[in-house]
Every structure is written in structure tokens, then in C-alpha cells.
């Protein structure tokens, strides 16, 4: 059942992703999946579910194994990182990791797009782009924690 209510988020999320833009930007919620299943159980968890979503999203986007699979595996593996040991886990530590692995996901896609394919866009429009959908995920360093963690 939880598997199940899972897949309906993430297809809202990209129906969320498609028709609404705050501020002229695309939204980009689908990386938080990725971080919420690195955070919560551990960097390979973490790895796949970043890169079936990632496909996915390559998939909706005309590919098969493309950008967003590299960038959200990368950002799942990387959330793992954050469930102990170096970091004492705060709110703030979790608004900071949101928006730093929504960045990365960011910029790992626009690499891929601007090394591989043609007509990109230049890096001043990108990294508005992506600051602010950075800036759009904050909220969610806010809910999303590790397991052992009940605060």
C-alpha cells in the first residue's frame, strides 16, 4: 500500500512539474524523491529510486537513458551521507542538503545537456534556473528527515 501512494506522489509530481511555474520556472520536485529514499534507506535505495525517476523523467522528456538519470541517482546517493555519523541532524542541515542535491541535480543535467545535445541554454539563465528551483524546494529540508530521527 505504501509503495502504491508513493507512485501516485511521484506522478503528481510531475504533473505538478508540468503545468505550474512560480516565478516563470519549472519546478523541480521530482529530486525529492531521491532524496527522501537516500535519507531514509541508505545510498543504493537511495541510487535506484534517483535513477527510475530519473528515467522517467528522461522518458517523458523523448529518451531513454538520459540527464535526469545520472543527476537523481547522483542526488539519492549523496542524501545518504546526511543519516549520521559526520552530521548531527538539524531542520537547518535538511534546508541546506535540499536545496545544495537540487542544485547538483541541476547542474548534472545541464552538463549533460550542454556537452551532449546542441542549443543550450547559456549558464547565466541555467543558474537562475536552478537557484530558484533550489530555492523553490526549501520547505521540504523541513519535512523530509531520517527514520531515527522523530522530531
Avoid at 542541515?93 to 543535467?109: H, I, K, N
Amino acid at each position: 500500500m505504501k509503495k502504491s501512494w508513493i507512485a501516485l506522489l511521484i506522478i503528481a509530481a510531475f504533473v505538478v512539474e508540468s503545468r505550474y511555474s512560480p516565478f516563470g520556472v519549472g519546478l523541480n520536485l521530482t529530486v525529492l524523491f531521491a532524496y527522501w529514499a537516500g535519507l531514509r534507506y541508505g545510498p543504493i535505495h537511495g541510487s535506484i529510486a534517483g535513477a527510475a525517476i530519473g528515467a522517467a523523467a528522461d522518458s517523458v522528456a523523448g529518451g531513454i537513458l538520459g540527464p535526469f538519470m545520472l543527476s537523481k541517482a547522483t542526488a539519492g546517493f549523496f542524501a545518504s551521507y546526511l543519516r549520521g555519523g559526520l552530521f548531527l541532524w538539524s531542520p537547518a542541515l535538511g534546508v541546506v542538503a535540499v536545496m545544495v542535491l537540487t542544485a547538483l541535480d541541476g547542474f548534472m543535467a545541464y552538463a549533460c545537456y550542454s556537452i551532449f545535445e546542441q542549443g543550450t541554454a547559456s549558464i547565466g539563465a541555467a543558474s537562475k534556473t536552478i537557484f530558484l528551483q533550489s530555492a523553490l524546494n526549501f520547505w521540504a529540508g523541513l519535512l523530509l528527515r531520517p527514520e531515527d530521527e522523530q522530531h
